[in-house]
């Protein structure tokens, strides 16, 4: 782009011609590659603009697919974090917690963990996070 300028001010030097250097009838020719040249200064600016928009369009695409899956991960993140802190908290088989000891204590525990997950998946549909 910058060397497209500097043969734009060659060729606007050479029109003016100050000290007759060049003939007439090369005059009209360096005249006419000034004109070109201009719209080919013109032209490279316009698809330089044009690319530019075009990758800040494929950068904004990217963005949006990153932020989605971004969001998906965090959905299930925050379905199964509820999950993770019961087992490791009924892991650690302590002598004195009561639900151990208990007939129901083991079904007790799956129905609190189903009733989590479903309440969590709830949630996130109800804030439309799924």
Known sequence: MQYMGLMVDVSDILVENNNNVIPDEAHHMFHL?????DR????SVTLRESVMQLRE??????DIDANLMMRLF??????????MV???WY?????????????????????LAVLVTIATIW????KKYL
Do not use: D, H
């Not at 892991?91 to 129905?111: A, R, T």
């Open 57 to 62: 369009a494929y950068q904004s695409q990217v």
């Open 123 to 126: 949630y996130c549909k109800k």
């Open 33 to 37: 590659i000034g004109t070109r040249l």
């Open 91 to 111: 892991g650690m088989n302590y002598k004195f917690m009561p639900e151990i000891s208990k007939q129901y204590g083991y079904p007790l525990f799956i129905v």
């Open 86 to 88: 019961l087992t490791s």
């Open 74 to 83: 965090t959905v299930v993140s925050t379905v199964f974090l509820p999950l």
């Open 40 to 43: 080919l200064e013109w032209a």
